[in-house]
């Protein structure tokens, strides 16, 4: 389970970084990969990634549209 677990965090951050070049770092469609992220992070007790990327993600969310 852990290995799948690892596996899944690094598929995630491939599809965040590929998403990221495409769309900006700021796109909306990033925060739902950023949370599948975080829950897979907290899973394998890496909390201070996973407090980062929870950060990144309700930054996004704070944004106006325009910033976006």
């Given at each position: 389970a852990i290995a799948d677990t690892n596996h899944a965090v690094e598929l995630y951050q491939r599809s965040i970084s590929i998403?990221?070049?495409r769309l900006g770092p700021n796109d909306l469609s990033l925060?739902?990969?950023?949370?599948?992220?975080?829950t897979a992070l907290r899973l394998l007790n890496r909390l201070p990634e996973a407090e980062a990327d929870a950060q990144?993600?309700?930054s996004m969310l704070g944004q106006?549209?325009?910033a976006r």
């Open positions: 998403r990221e070049q925060a739902g990969t950023l949370n599948r992220l975080i990144r993600a309700i106006p549209m325009a």
